[in-house]
């Protein structure tokens, strides 16, 4: 090759490469096939307990349904009163977690000095640590009994209700949404917050013209992630929410079940592995796979849509 003229690419590629990094390739490629022969483990487990379940109950039953008794002497397969319960208890968590999280976001993006940032950050992130179960007792003792004592008219929140389950999972799901929002923001380029300053923009005008928008999929990720481990929580909803599952909670001061906790209380052994009682906790168990996977599918394409590319 003569000196000085260029090399090419595939020449530097295989120049650069490392004895481990065949090592390395290997073990990525492992972890995603483990990943996705899990994912249909999962998929397979779920599904022939589910279809013997349904050639015993009608789906429509099952969808249309307004008693969930199962594991009563007179049975009903409605799963309605658990969907409503999760739905009840997932909301209450994402209007509490949204509005904190990225606020939070913002002000450790935007605000906050490079020291106070480090030092909130990893404050914040511990919270994400805390089991789920002391979330739980959490809520039943301390959250639960200010409410009944704050709530303004007669009709007081049950011992064991949604309301308070979603609070405290809306809490917990602060620093899920918090962080990985202040990642995407932080992503965005300094020259686009420069361009907006250069014009004359207030700190408040960059942050919301400027970074949320260039951060929108970002956040959308975050918040999703933070539904979806709203929807598959099961300590906080056991403890706080209650198991109540015989009729449609239409108020969040009421106790119920959600589709999480339901599984959580039917799974514990004391049902036969070959009866119909047992069937139910995969029922749900699908039910609750196909809202998540469908709220994933969500986010993928809303963070497709809003993806910003950057040079």
């Known amino acids: 090759m003569t000196p000085g003229a260029p090399v090419p690419a595939a020449s530097v590629r295989r120049g650069r ?14 972890a995603a096939v483990v990943s996705i022969a899990t994912t249909i483990g999962i998929i397979v487990s779920l599904l022939f307990p589910t279809v013997e379940f349904f050639g015993e109950v009608s789906i429509i039953e099952f969808v249309t349904g307004t008693q969930w008794t ?7 397969y409605g799963v309605l009163p658990l969907l409503v319960g999760t739905l009840w208890v997932t909301l209450i968590a ?3 977690a949204v509005p904190l999280g990225i606020g939070a976001a913002i002000y450790l ?18 919270l994400a640590g805390i089991p789920t179960v002391v979330y739980g007792f959490f809520a039943l003792t301390f959250l639960n009994p200010i409410l009944i004592d704050l709530w303004p008219s007669d009709g007081k929140p049950e011992f064991q209700n949604l309301l308070v389950a979603g609070i405290a999972m809306g809490i917990m799901i602060v620093p899920t949404v918090a962080s990985l929002a202040e990642d995407a923001m932080s992503a965005v380029p300094q020259s686009l917050r420069e361009g907006a300053y250069a014009l004359a923009s207030t ?10 928008p260039g951060a ?4 959308v990720a975050a918040i999703v992630l933070g539904v979806s481990r709203a929807l598959g929580e099961t300590m906080i909803v056991t403890i706080a929410a209650g198991l109540k599952t015989d009729g449609i909670p239409w108020s969040p001061i009421d106790g119920a079940a959600t589709m999480t906790s339901f599984i959580a ?10 009866s119909l009682d047992y069937l139910t906790i995969f029922a749900v168990g699908t039910t609750l796979f196909l809202f ?11 963070v497709r849509k809003f993806r910003e590319v950057y040079e």
Not at 70 to 76: D, G, N, R, Y
Not at 265 to 274: I, K, M
Not at 296 to 302: D, Q
Request: charged share 20%; proline share 6%; glycine share 8%.
């Open 17 to 30: 490469r490392r004895p481990g990094e065949r090592i390395i390739e290997g073990f990525l490629v492992l």
């Open 70 to 76: 199962p594991l009563f002497s007179i049975k009903q």
């Open 94 to 96: 994402t209007v509490i």
């Open 109 to 126: 993006s935007e605000y906050a000095h490079p020291g106070t940032r480090k030092f909130l950050k990893p404050i914040l992130e511990v």
């Open 203 to 212: 700190k408040m005008q960059v942050a919301t013209r400027v970074v949320v």
């Open 216 to 219: 929108l999929s970002g956040i």
């Open 265 to 274: 209380g039917a799974a514990q052994g004391d049902l036969p592995v070959d």
């Open 292 to 302: 998540t996977f469908a709220l994933n599918a969500l986010s993928i394409r809303l």
